[in-house]
């Protein structure tokens, strides 16, 4: 939770006042004067509202809705646009061990977000959970029906490649589609939906509990998709208080502003993965409920999540666990064994 230093100005106010016009004055009532400013205790207090989805601090309640966003994840895709700025990305395989990314923007509007995807059934159901606005460039046959039928508010790249949709020369398709905020919207106004409801919050660790929490020490770890071109690495920055990602030997970062995308929390689930078609479509079970490891301030824990409201919910000892105000990462694995880590007590 982001919190303000509340300057008191009226000790200020009474230096300038106070001061003589002699220098003299001015001399013997310095040394006072500046003891009176040091003695005034700046009052920390708490931002009126929070962001639903980070926890952080803002002066003005949000009532913006979330949107939803199929992300590239593919070597030629990367640096990305825009993920940077999401509240929550989740990371989940697609077909050939390929992991694709389904990021929530909420508390930031991204400029530009991209390469855009093509959605498949589950990506649907990680939106639906925080009723997005989604956003996919293709779909797989099952992904398009419920599109069609209009289980979730949506635009495509297959209806709007060229207008909403922008090409980039600088890569070759199926890795060129973008599309910026400023084209999110004029989407959903074409399209009659409304991007004024906000979602409902997260579950959040207040200041206290986030500074005190405590977990078995693991600062580095690795989330493996049985490939080096997709195993996802984290690194603990303990100066920040924030995990760095990376991919291989690549820190995932913005394409355009080159800043990396620091974590608060990173979330990773189990759940039953089964190959449906020649073409290696998955159907993943985003219902039941399983294991996972929950790491934040350079610790884990181990969890159970559940599914609630579609939204992918950590408990622990049976009590709903709070995520640090911040960023989440989400990766979803087929079993829990492909996390490694190296733990201190």
């Given at each position: 939770m982001i919190?303000?230093w509340?300057?008191?100005?009226?000790?200020v106010?009474m230096?300038?006042?106070g001061?003589?016009s002699?220098?003299?004055?001015k001399?013997?009532?310095?040394p006072?004067?500046?003891?009176?400013v040091e003695?005034v205790?700046?009052?920390v207090e708490?931002?009126?509202y929070?962001?639903p989805?980070?926890?952080i601090?803002?002066?003005k309640e949000?009532?913006d809705r979330?949107?939803?966003?199929?992300?590239?994840?593919?070597p030629?895709?990367?640096p990305?646009?825009?993920?940077n700025?999401a509240d929550?990305v989740h990371e989940?395989?697609?077909?050939?061990?390929?992991t694709?990314?389904v990021a929530?923007?909420?508390?930031e509007?991204p400029?530009?977000v991209?390469?855009v995807?093509s959605?498949?059934?589950?990506f649907?159901?990680?939106?639906?959970?925080f009723?997005?606005f989604?956003?996919a460039?293709?779909y797989?046959p099952?992904?398009q029906?419920?599109?069609?039928?209009g289980?979730?508010d949506?635009?495509?790249?297959?209806?709007?490649?060229?207008?909403?949709?922008?090409r980039?020369?600088?890569?070759?398709?199926p890795h060129?589609s973008?599309?910026?905020?400023?084209?999110?919207?004029?989407?959903?106004e074409?399209?009659?939906?409304?991007?004024?409801?906000a979602?409902?919050?997260?579950?959040?660790?207040n200041t206290?509990?986030?500074?005190?929490?405590?977990?078995?020490?693991a600062?580095?770890?690795m989330?493996?998709y049985g490939?080096p071109s997709?195993d996802a690495?984290?690194e603990?920055d303990?100066e920040?208080?924030?995990?760095?990602r990376?991919?291989?030997?690549e820190e995932?970062v913005?394409l355009?502003?080159?800043?990396p995308v620091l974590?608060d929390?990173v979330?990773?689930v189990?759940m039953?993965h089964?190959?449906?078609?020649?073409?290696?479509?998955r159907?993943?079970d985003?219902?039941?409920?399983g294991k996972?490891?929950?790491?934040q301030?350079?610790?884990v824990?181990e969890i159970?999540?559940?599914?609630?409201a579609g939204?992918i919910?950590?408990?622990?000892?049976?009590?709903?666990?709070?995520f640090?105000p911040?960023?989440?990462?989400?990766?979803i694995?087929?079993?829990i064994?492909?996390v490694?880590?190296d733990?201190?007590?």
């Amino acid at each position: 939770m982001i919190k303000k230093w509340i300057a008191v100005t009226a000790a200020v106010m009474m230096l300038t006042a106070g001061c003589s016009s002699k220098e003299t004055e001015k001399e013997s009532a310095k040394p006072h004067k500046e003891k009176e400013v040091e003695d005034v205790v700046k009052e920390v207090e708490e931002l009126p509202y929070e962001f639903p989805l980070t926890g952080i601090g803002t002066e003005k309640e949000s009532s913006d809705r979330a949107i939803a966003v199929v992300v590239n994840n593919h070597p030629k895709a990367r640096p990305q646009s825009g993920l940077n700025k999401a509240d929550i990305v989740h990371e989940v395989l697609a077909e050939g061990g390929v992991t694709r990314l389904v990021a929530i923007f909420q508390s930031e509007k991204p400029e530009k977000v991209g390469p855009v995807r093509s959605a498949r059934e589950y990506f649907i159901d990680l939106a639906s959970g925080f009723d997005s606005f989604f956003i996919a460039h293709g779909y797989s046959p099952e992904a398009q029906a419920r599109l069609e039928r209009g289980e979730i508010d949506n635009i495509n790249g297959m209806q709007y490649d060229g207008t909403l949709f922008e090409r980039a020369s600088f890569r070759k398709a199926p890795h060129n589609s973008y599309i910026t905020y400023k084209n999110m919207v004029k989407g959903a106004e074409k399209r009659g939906y409304d991007l004024d409801q906000a979602p409902d919050s997260a579950e959040f660790l207040n200041t206290d509990e986030a500074d005190k929490l405590e977990g078995t020490a693991a600062e580095d770890f690795m989330v493996s998709y049985g490939s080096p071109s997709f195993d996802a690495i984290y690194e603990y920055d303990a100066e920040k208080g924030k995990y760095h990602r990376y991919t291989g030997s690549e820190e995932t970062v913005d394409l355009e502003s080159k800043d990396p995308v620091l974590l608060d929390n990173v979330l990773v689930v189990q759940m039953d993965h089964q190959v449906v078609d020649d073409a290696g479509r998955r159907e993943i079970d985003m219902k039941s409920g399983g294991k996972g490891y929950l790491f934040q301030k350079g610790k884990v824990n181990e969890i159970e999540w559940k599914s609630e409201a579609g939204r992918i919910v950590p408990y622990k000892d049976g009590v709903k666990a709070g995520f640090v105000p911040g960023k989440t990462w989400i990766n979803i694995v087929p079993s829990i064994s492909d996390v490694s880590f190296d733990s201190q007590q």
